[in-house]
């Protein structure tokens, strides 16, 4: 089977299973309100929770930023990327936090993803719930250590977890 074939039957048996993602252009998904070509909705789905993506202060600044820094970065943080604009708005959150330093991830997934990597060692131990975003449940499973999972919001298979994990490290199986 060449690659255009095992493609259309990954297509074909994902469809059949009815796991094909569909997205809708929304005319912005920041607001109270979306529109789509199905009509007019409530946003409950979105993250701009303090409705900051359209405030007017932040939108100025922004169309400042770009005609002060351009609109890129220009490269990896670890290279040429990494300006004096980042280094002040980690110095900035850092002291607004109460921290010594910041450091600035470009979005929460790859945060995750830098945390847990940096911190967890072979031998470490991660209890997540089940229903933990997939940006955590990933980087725990890539990570050396062994992940349990609890059941979502459950106290008692959290202990379970927990105990197994005491067992073990008492010298259990
Ligand atoms: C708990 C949690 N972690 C991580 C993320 C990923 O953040 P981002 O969309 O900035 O990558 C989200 C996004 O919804 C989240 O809710």
Not at 28 to 35: D, F, H, K, N, S
Request: net charge positive; charged share 25%; no cysteine.
């Amino acid at each position: 089977m060449n690659w255009e074939q095992r493609i259309d039957e990954a297509l074909k048996d994902r469809q059949s299973q009815g796991l094909m993602r569909q997205r809708a252009a929304v005319s912005a998904g920041a607001g109270r309100w979306l529109e789509s070509e199905s009509g007019r909705w409530r946003n409950f789905a979105g993250n701009d929770y303090l409705g900051l993506a359209r405030h007017p202060k932040v939108i100025a600044a922004w169309q400042a930023g770009a005609a002060r820094y351009g609109t890129g970065s220009g490269g990896s943080g670890h290279v040429v990327g990494y300006s004096e604009a980042h280094r002040r708005l980690e110095q900035a959150l850092a002291e607004w936090a109460g921290y010594p330093r910041a450091l600035l991830f470009i979005s929460g997934y790859a945060a995750n993803q830098a945390v847990i990597t940096a911190l967890a060692g072979a031998k470490d131990a991660l209890v997540a719930d089940r229903l933990s975003h997939s940006s955590l449940l990933e980087a725990a499973n890539l990570a050396p250590g062994r992940l349990r999972r609890f059941l979502h919001n459950d106290i008692e298979s959290l202990k379970r977890q927990l105990s197994r994990l005491l067992w073990s490290a008492d010298g259990g199986d």
